[in-house]
């Protein structure tokens, strides 16, 4: 996983609550074997004309002042829906590193933030600020920076979040989940043994 | 005195291994359910850092999100589709190769993950139970704790069997009343997810409790659980009771001889303890409900099935007005039109809320003696295998096939629109899946979610109806 520290960027605006996972990937580009390649595929039905395939003009990363941008500024229970990681590996393959948004959905947070990819969670009255720099283009800069807990603002003001601990060292540091439970795995042992006394019927 | 535990509390405690200074906690997986279609990249990740599976045999793998459901399907090798075809091979070689228990496509146990792991008895109180995909919390209705997770997950779970989680919070749903006639518990989740909302549940886990729970069957439960994630918490539980006991007996995964006895007494101890606190409480009463239908492209935007498509004008929050008018727009519905008028040109049957053997026998009931309207396609997908022959025994495929219903092989089939069973851009379907979502059952498809009776009442009448007006005639 990459490391995810400070980082400056073009915030679009996305202003939809509710946005689900199905929105973010539709299930029928589902059919990959690997985690890269689904960012052409992001946020296809708005993205696209169902019928002639051509960009939707409209559309915010369509734009040229958001083609790319790295951050999205969203409404309140971004990702909500299925459990597919697909939906963080399309952002991320399309360039976005950040989403802030006033609350997210629970098994998108997760995979997430094991992709790199740092959610920021604000109140409502942070976000129309925010969105509205987003409405003001390319020139309108965010940073983030994760150590610190602080976006940056274009006017140089700056907004603080919280963040759990330990997905932030994770991500500071670009750890492996799996490598550092490994280190726990004598603990794990011991688990199966006291379980597999109590409970054998779990083990076959 | 103990401070009293809720269902929830006993099942974290007893699988915790680790918590750290922070806060984060290591719990134990007991089982996971592996599928096509959030898995190829885990096991890619296993072999790239030189990772075994910890505990092959607390695994099942089956292909069900991208199989095909046409009547008499031929095996993987005879799909069409190449990337379909690739991926369920890839599922396979990567169970061979990890040494996963596998089940293939017409194998008389493959079915939905959801579907089959209660079956086999492989879904048991007190377990925690994973698999990449959203719609886990259906075990939660064993008094299981189970939920969906991502792919790097169910790499981190193959690798360890652990997962690092924070503890979510306690909410408990207590429905009172009994189910009117003609609603089922498709109709009690939709109405309870239009109560707190598609967030509502975002950080808890829900706790169904009260009589109408109680007399739900295991599928009726499974239905409630399953819809949780449309409430935003990622798991749902109900506690084990003599009917869970009743149903897991015998299965294949059952424990057996004396562990029976032994695993039925340890499952009676753990129903919340009286007198249990919760973060959150929520109670009702539904006793006064009717058939529940969704206008909008969220589980939450569900009205009663002779209400109208509800006004955006009437709605201050202007988030909220802005997304309802979206929702209309793309739904290609006005404010005010009554939901019985509302054209239907497919009707599925199917996916991992409504594909069990009680909703097979829902929907024939009111499929029986009638014929499906000539301006609609209607296809019912069973849940699995034994779903299906078990419906073939008591000739529900006669009564569908008789008033026109297409009989299919099981899978997830039109719910999400992998398989090639889809709706086509601006097409209309009465589903009794678990999302609206836009573009969920085709691009430029409409969704309206209802019970396996309000389906099949929809397929002969070609329009939203009252199942009550069918039955009662």
Known sequence: ?204 | MTKPRTLFDKIWEDHLIDVQDDGTCLIYIDRQLIHEITSAQAFDGLRMSKRRARRPEANICVPDHNVPTTPGRGGTDEIDDEESRVQLEVLEKNAMEFNLPYIPINDINQGIVHVIGPEQGFTQPGVTLVCGDSHTATHGAFGALAFGVGTSEVEHVLATQTLIQKPAKNMRITVNGRLPAGCTAKDLILAIIGKIGTAGGTGYVIEYAGPAIKDLSMEGRMTVCNMTIEAGARAGLVAPDEKTFEYLKGRPQSPKGGQWEQAVEYWKTLPSDPGSTYDEEVILDISEIVPQVTWGTSPQDEVGINDVVPDPNQVSDPMRRASMERSLEYMGLAAGTPMKDIIVDKVFVGSCTNSRIEDMRAAAAVAKGRKVASSVYAMVVPGSGHVKAQAEEEGLDKIFIEAGFDWREPGCSMCLAMNGDMLLPGERSASTSNRNFEGRQGPGGRTHLVSPPMAAAAAIAGHLTDVRDLTEE
């Not at chain 1, 369509?62 to 941008?69: G, I, L, V």
């Not at chain 1, 229970?77 to 976005?96: K, Q, T, Y």
């Not at chain 1, 907004?159 to 795995?185: A, R, W, Y």
């Open chain 1, 1 to 204: 996983m990459e490391k995810f520290d400070t980082m400056t960027g073009v915030a679009a605006p996305f202003p939809i609550v509710n946005c689900d996972t199905d929105k973010i990937i539709p299930a029928r580009f589902l059919k990959t074997l690997t985690r890269t390649g689904l960012g052409k595929s992001l946020f296809d039905a708005m993205r696209y004309d169902p019928k002639s395939r051509e960009e939707n003009p409209d559309f915010v990363l369509n734009k040229q002042a958001y083609r790319n941008a790295e951050i999205l500024v969203a409404g309140e229970n971004f990702g909500c829906g299925s459990s597919r990681e697909h939906a963080p590996w399309a952002l991320l393959d399309f360039g976005i590193r950040c989403v802030i948004a006033p609350s997210f959905a629970d098994i998108f947070f997760n995979n997430s933030f094991k992709n790199g990819i740092l959610l920021i969670t604000l109140p409502q009255e942070e976000i129309d600020k925010l969105m509205q720099d987003a409405e003001n283009g390319a020139n309108a800069r965010l940073t983030v920076d994760l150590q610190d807990q602080e976006i940056t603002r274009p006017d140089g003001s700056k907004v603080s979040f919280e963040v759990d601990p330990f997905k932030k060292h994770c991500l500071l540091n670009g750890l492996d989940d799996i490598g550092l439970t490994m280190q726990k795995v004598e603990k794990i042992d011991k688990f199966e043994g006291k379980q597999k006394a109590a409970t054998p019927w779990l083990y076959r």
